[in-house]
C-alpha cells in the first residue's frame, strides 16, 4: 500500500503470522510432550512412538498448516522441512537432505522440462488449437475437452507427465479467453480441474503411477493372489471414468466460468492454427524425444528387459537431448520453477521421515484399532479415508505400503474379502485433493497462479467428499455386479 505522499506504507500481515505461530505451536506441543502410548495390532505387537517419531509427527503438523495457509512460499516450506529435521535431531542432516534430490524429485524436474519444451517449440498451441477447432466455443466444453484429454493420456503415460504435457497447452487455451492477468473463475477450474482429473484417470492402468505396482506387490505376497494389468483396469475403469464427469460437473458449479462462451473462438483458433504453418525441426525433434521417453515408459509394464530402467533416469535423458540439440538453453534453465521443486523435495523428506521414524505405522495402526469390531463396510472406508488422507501428505506409494499390509490382516477377521481392500486403496491413493503436495499434478497446476494453496484446499475438501461418497456406492453396487468379491460372509 501506498501513503498520500507516494511512500510505501508497511502493513501488518496478521493472518500470515497468526497461522506461522498455529504451525510453530503444535510442533512444539507435540515434540515436547510426554512419551505417548504403544499402537497395537490385531496380532498383539506393539509399536512403541519414539521421540523421532513424535517430532516426525511434529513436523507433520507444522508443514500441513505452513502449505494450507501458505505461511511462506511453498519451496521454502519444503526447505524448512529439511532444516528442522536437521535441527532438532528427528533424523540425520545426511538423510533429511539426501531426500531433496530423491528420483521422485527429478522425474518432475524431467516432466517439467518438457513442459518447457512443448510450450517453447510451439508444440502446445497446435494442440490446443487443434482441440478447440473440436469442442468448440463453450466453455464448459473446453473444460469437458480439456479433462478428458487429459485422463485418456494417464492411461499410458504416468500422471506427472501428463500434467507437465497438459500445462502448457491449457496456459495456450486460457491466453484465448482472457489476456487479463488476474485469476478467474475459468482458470481456477481448468487448471485444478486438470490435476484433480489427472489422479482420477491415472488409477485406471498400471501406466498412470508406480503406486499401482507398488499396491499388487504387496497384495501378492500377503493375499497370495495376482492380479493382472487388465483385471485392474475392468475393475478401475467404472470408478476412474465416473470421478472424471463428476469433476467435470463439480467445476462447473464451483468455478462456473465467467463467459458461456466465447465468440468467435473456433474460427480463431483455426486461423492462429494456419498462421502457425508446417511443423518445424524443433517441433518434430521435440515430439520424437518426448514420445521415445513415454514409449520406453509404457512397454517397461510388458517388456521385463526393460524393467530394471529407472523412470527418472529414463526423463532425464530426454532433459539431456533438449539441451544436446539447442531446444532448450541455458536460459532456460534459469525459468526452470523450483519453488515447485522444492515443494515436492519437502514432501519426499517429510514422507520418508514418517516411514522411516515408524511414525506412520504408529498412525495406522490405532486408526485401524478403532475399526477391528466395526462393520465391514465400515472397516473398508476408514482404511480408505486413513489413505486418502496420508497420501496427501507423503508419497501415494508410501500410505499404501503403510497402510495396506496391516489392512490385508485385519480384513479376514471382519469377513472383508481382500480384493476389495486392494482396490478401494489403489483409488483413493490417486485422488489426493487436499493439497499441493500430495501429487505432481497439483503442484503444477499451481504454476499457474490461477489459485492459492487455501482455494485448493477448499475445493479439494467436497471433491474428497464425493470421492468416498462415490466409493462407497462403486463398493456396494457395482463391483459386486461386475464379480468382485466383497465381503466374505455372502
Known sequence: MTNADGTSKVTFDWKRWLFFCLGVGLF??????????DAVD??????????????????????????????????VTGLLIGVI?????????????????????????GSLTIGMVFTKVGLTKRLAYKMLMI???R?????????????LLTHIMAHTAVAATMYPLLLA???????DTKPTRFGKGLFMGMAFVAGAGSIITLLGAARGIVALGFYKEIAGQDISFFELSYYMAPIGWLMVFLLWIFFLVMFKPEQDRIPGLREKAKQLNDEMGSLTRKEILSALIVLGAILFLSLQSFVPA?????????????????????????QDLELVPWNIILLFAGAMSIGFCLWQTGAAEWLAINWLGFFTEAHWFIFVMGISFFILIMTNFIMNVAAIAISLPVALVVAPYLGVASEVILFSALTVAGMPFLLLVGAAPNAIAYSSKQFTSGEFFAAGVPASILLLAVLGLIIILVWPLMGMPVYLGT
Open 85 to 109: 529435521q536437521a535441527l532438532f535431531f528427528i533424523r540425520p542432516a545426511s538423510e533429511a537432505f539426501k531426500d531433496f534430490m530423491d528420483p521422485s524429485v527429478l522425474f518432475i524436474f
Open 135 to 137: 469442442v468448440g466455443e
Open 306 to 330: 526393460l524393467q530394471p530402467f529407472n523412470k527418472s533416469a529414463v526423463i532425464l535423458v530426454a532433459t539431456v537431448m533438449f539441451f544436446l540439440f539447442n531446444i532448450l538453453d541455458i
Open 139 to 151: 466453455t464448459s466444453r473446453i473444460y469437458l475437452g480439456c479433462f478428458v484429454v487429459t485422463a
Open 28 to 37: 512444539l506441543l507435540v515434540y515436547y510432550s510426554p512419551p505417548w502410548p
Open 173 to 179: 487455451i486460457y491466453s484465448l479467453y482472457t489476456t
Open 42 to 75: 490385531p496380532m498383539g505387537k506393539h509399536f512403541e512412538l519414539s521421540q523421532q517419531a513424535k517430532g516426525a509427527l511434529a513436523l507433520f503438523l507444522l508443514a500441513g498448516t505452513f502449505w494450507v495457509f501458505e505461511v511462506m512460499p511453498i519451496g
